[in-house]
């Protein structure tokens, strides 16, 4: 009897125990889309999208204030296609001109091969407490850069996501290989799924 009374104190504790775990959270990612498109003449396209919503001011102050893409442009064309907050009283700021600075990304530092590359720095404006940054972008890679239809998502990132799809499009009669990995978190390297 004593067992069963645990048992049930428990599973009634459980969902206020999840509710303060979801409120120490910084930011929730309300959406996130991955796309990756194999385009006819082998060239490659991937969008990626998110809504995220700050919940603390360490979530726009230090964790998610700015966006970083790395991308060759020897190879690559990067597009911004939306950057804008929506601020908590409803008002939405989209990111001006001088938002948006290419930078060197800092694993190329000291490595001459590597001084091409680029790292587009977005900064998000009007980033407060309860706003939801609206941000998308879009990388066309030329044929030949990489073998195949390639990327990498992460799920289950550090921050709560309500929704997160992944979308593969490839021309018809194409065959698709997949192939997904889950990194261990006690060490030992990936292992294949």
């Known amino acids: 009897m004593k067992t069963a009374l645990t048992l049930v104190t428990l599973l009634c504790l459980l969902p ?9 959270t910084d930011a929730v990612y309300l959406e996130r889309v991955h796309e990756y498109v ?23 102050s230090r964790a998610y204030g700015e966006s970083f ?18 601020m908590r009283d409803g008002q939405q700021v989209e990111s001006p001109f001088n938002a948006f ?7 190329a530092a000291n490595a001459a091969p590597f001084s091409h590359l680029k790292e587009m720095v ?9 706003a939801v940054i609206d ?8 044929a030949g850069f990489m073998p195949g239809l390639m990327g ?12 997160q799809l992944l979308r593969i499009k490839v021309p018809v009669g194409t065959d698709l290989a997949v192939s997904w990995v889950r990194d261990r978190l006690t ?3 990936p292992e294949e799924v």
Request: aromatic share 10%.
């Open 38 to 60: 194999l385009n006819a003449d082998g060239s490659t396209t991937y969008t990626y999208s998110h809504k995220l919503k700050l919940l603390t001011p360490y979530a726009f």
């Open 187 to 189: 060490g030992g390297g």
């Open 16 to 24: 206020l125990s999840m509710m303060a775990q979801q409120d120490t």
């Open 152 to 163: 990498k998502v992460v799920w289950g990132d550090r921050m709560h996501t309500q929704h």
């Open 135 to 142: 941000f998308a972008y879009r990388i066309h890679t030329k």
């Open 122 to 130: 977005v900064t998000h404006t009007g980033v407060e407490s309860g």
């Open 101 to 107: 600075n290419e930078v060197l990304p800092r694993p």
């Open 69 to 86: 893409i790395t991308y060759n442009p020897d190879w690559q064309k990067l597009e911004i296609l939306r950057s804008k907050t929506t």
